[in-house]
């Protein structure tokens, strides 16, 4: 893959992982004081908690999602982004457009996809 590429990529990951961080940050400072005085019954107290707890959870995946894009960064650096796990073979640049934290090529990915469509049912 051509270097202006690579930066490319490398940009869209930095700018979704600061855009996680920001989240998280938002979380940490807003979402996440629950003060008593400010909910007037039981119904308004549970529907907070309820609230606090969605966003609990869209932080765990976004934790989650951060650390595909960090593994996406390293190997930027180390020369192997664009390179399916699975098979070795290059990933489609229109595949890493769209997601360019994967780690597989759409032909793994759907296989993938097909065995844990089997497992489930």
Do not use: H
């Amino acid at each position: 893959m051509k270097k202006k590429e690579l930066e490319k990529f490398k940009e869209i990951l930095l700018d979704k992982k600061e855009k996680i961080l920001g989240n998280a940050i938002q979380t940490l400072e807003g979402d996440m004081a629950l003060d008593v005085a400010d909910l007037p019954d039981e119904m308004d107290l549970a529907s907070s908690e309820y609230l606090q707890s969605f966003q609990f959870r869209l932080r765990g995946r976004e934790r989650t999602f951060l650390s595909k894009i960090d593994e996406a960064l390293k190997k930027i650096e180390a020369g192997e982004f664009g390179i399916c796990e699975n098979c070795g073979e290059e990933i489609s640049p229109k595949r890493l457009e769209a997601r360019p934290e994967t780690t597989m090529c759409i032909k793994c990915k759907e296989e993938q996809e097909q065995e844990e469509k089997q497992f489930s049912e």
